[in-house]
């Protein structure tokens, strides 16, 4: 539910805090005082388009917030986002005179996705104009799929039938491409059992060329280590003699000095050193071969990689990686040019998406069925006795939305065969047919609060009276808010807000203030009779007001 509503700066709003409460709440005033701006106020906190028109004349901002009591279905969907849960979900919109918007969830900076897929879950609202959409057979189709909830089996077929579009264009596009297609598979196939002939192993390149280098300089690599085996251990004058002699030296002294001790521990750190490279070495000479044959096959085994990347355009150490790519490629190549698989995947997406369609359909039709009798229904209370609607599925092409077009059609009176909504409806009888099939929506609606703004313009008499007890009697179910200039509609609500508008020195500013009895019984008097106010028009509201 909706609790609080606070707007700063805002088209002709300097600052109104609204505090609701459930039930049935209606806003009331002139012409242009700003009833709707409300509307669009809380639209646009819930995720609608702003633009810099709508801040008051010399703001530098405009905020809007509005406070909701936490839906225990939106729960989960906040702590997924780290938003909360907590009891109170508060959201705030900032626009400055620059264009740029800022939106907020529970303090946390947030897009208009956000917003909008809240305020989808929080508040349903009917526009003024929402008849005039009634005469589009796409908002005709969108509405019935909302009353028997099929939204989401309407989604699925039109995932269904995009499944099927695309699996399609696949084929034909082989079909088209075969040739093509082919040449590329025999030039993979050609590539692919080159390079497996070759077949490169990953870090081969890398080991090859080590062991080509070590196999080319093997004379060089002899005749350097055994010169330092030489210099480190020959049998006078060697590196390890001058080791020892300087141990022996340094440790004669040591009695003297003992500070010496670190020069002797290197000197014998050296000695070892130098004992163990000499060690190695000859190791290292037992191991190494002159081996003319191997460094031969190096050579060969070198050529043949570097001249199989330079063909490929690769580095050698690239290239297992291109015989994974071609042979992943090949693979490719090869579904493409499978009609018969690609053939039975059109086949099974449009079984597929016949069978959801095929449901939508059966769906649509029991909705339509119920739709069609609650709405005539409705229709004999809403000055429209003897006159029926029913809602027409045609089969059409299978496509995006199912397989049949939806027409709403209307009888305006009894003994007349139902027609086109656009061919037979007047404005007034529209506005009472969107009224009628919005409130009708609305009792099976999720969502905590309904907006009806000015949707019984068109309607008066005995007919006004009817709406407001149809909108007092959903407030039992919901919080029900309604803009509107009709007394019969105002005498049904719990709650009576009045918007007004008066000049100063900055222009035209909006004001909103909560009726209390006696203040009700003025504004539904001014509505029955204009500015001026009798003790007649005061005592009929009143009698509204008793009713």
Wanted: charged residues 25%; negative net charge; hydrophobic residues 40%.
């Amino acid at each position: 539910m909706l609790r609080l509503l606070h707007v700063r700066d805002f088209v002709i709003v300097e600052e109104a805090e609204i505090s609701f409460s459930p039930g049935f709440t209606v806003f009331s005033g002139e012409t242009g005082a700003g009833k709707s701006i409300l509307i669009d106020a809380l639209s646009l906190v819930l995720g609608a388009r702003s633009d810099t028109g709508l801040l008051r004349a010399g703001a530098e901002r405009a905020e809007i917030t509005a406070i909701f009591d936490t839906p225990a279905t939106l729960h989960d969907w906040l702590q997924e986002r780290e938003l909360g849960p907590s009891e109170d979900l508060v959201l705030r919109r900032i626009i400055d005179d620059q264009g740029r918007s800022k939106a907020y969830i529970n303090g946390v900076p947030s897009n208009l996705g956000m917003l909008r897929e809240l305020g989808s879950q929080l508040v349903d609202i009917h526009g003024q104009h929402a008849h005039q959409g009634l005469l589009m057979a796409a908002n005709q189709r969108d509405m019935l799929d909302q009353q028997g909830r099929l939204t989401d089996l309407a989604r699925e077929t039109r995932e269904a039938w995009q499944a099927w579009r695309r699996a399609a264009e696949e084929l034909d596009l082989a079909r088209r491409n075969a040739e093509s297609i082919q040449e590329k598979r025999d030039t993979l196939i050609w590539q692919l059992e080159e390079l497996t002939k070759l077949a490169p192993r990953p870090g081969e390149w890398e080991q090859i060329s080590n062991e080509q280098s070590r196999l080319a300089h093997g004379q060089a690599l002899v005749e350097g280590c055994g010169r330092a085996l030489t210099l480190l251990d020959d049998e006078s004058g060697s590196a390890i003699q001058a080791l020892n002699s300087a141990a022996q030296q340094i440790g004669q002294l040591l009695r003297h000095d003992a500070e010496l001790q670190t020069v002797l521990d290197a000197l014998e750190s050296a000695r070892i050193s130098a004992g163990e490279a000499v060690s190695d070495l000859n190791s290292y000479l037992d191991r190494l071969e002159l081996d003319p044959d191997a460094l031969a096959r190096a050579e060969r085994r070198v050529n043949e990689l570097f001249e199989a990347a330079r063909k490929y355009h690769v580095e050698p150490e690239e290239l297992p990686a291109l015989q994974e790519s071609l042979a992943a490629q090949l693979a490719e190549t090869e579904q493409a040019t499978d009609l018969a698989a690609l053939e039975s995947r059109v086949a099974a997406a449009k079984d597929a998406y016949q069978d959801v369609a095929g449901r939508l359909s059966k769906a649509r039709a029991k909705a339509a069925s119920t739709l069609s009798a609650e709405v005539t229904a409705a229709m004999q209370e809403l000055a429209m006795e003897g006159g029926s609607f029913e809602i027409v599925l045609e089969p059409c092409q299978p496509g995006p939305h199912g397989m049949e077009s939806v027409e709403f059609r209307v009888a305006g009176h009894a003994g007349t065969a139902p027609r086109p909504l656009a061919k037979v409806a007047s404005g007034g009888e529209l506005a009472r047919l969107s009224l009628a099939l919005s409130v009708i929506a609305s009792q099976a609606a999720q969502v905590p609060t309904l907006i009806f703004d000015e949707v019984d313009t068109g309607i008066g008499g005995a007919v006004a009276e009817v709406v407001g007890r149809l909108l007092h009697q959903l407030g039992s179910r919901h919080q029900v808010l309604c803009v509107t200039h009709l007394p019969q509609v105002a005498a049904r609500g719990n709650h009576h807000f009045q918007v007004s508008k008066s000049s100063t020195e900055n222009g035209t500013i909006s004001d909103i203030r909560r009726l209390d009895e006696q203040g009700r019984v003025d504004e539904i008097a001014r509505m029955l009779g204009g500015m001026t106010i009798t003790e007649t028009t005061r005592q009929h509201a009143s009698e509204m007001l008793a009713g």
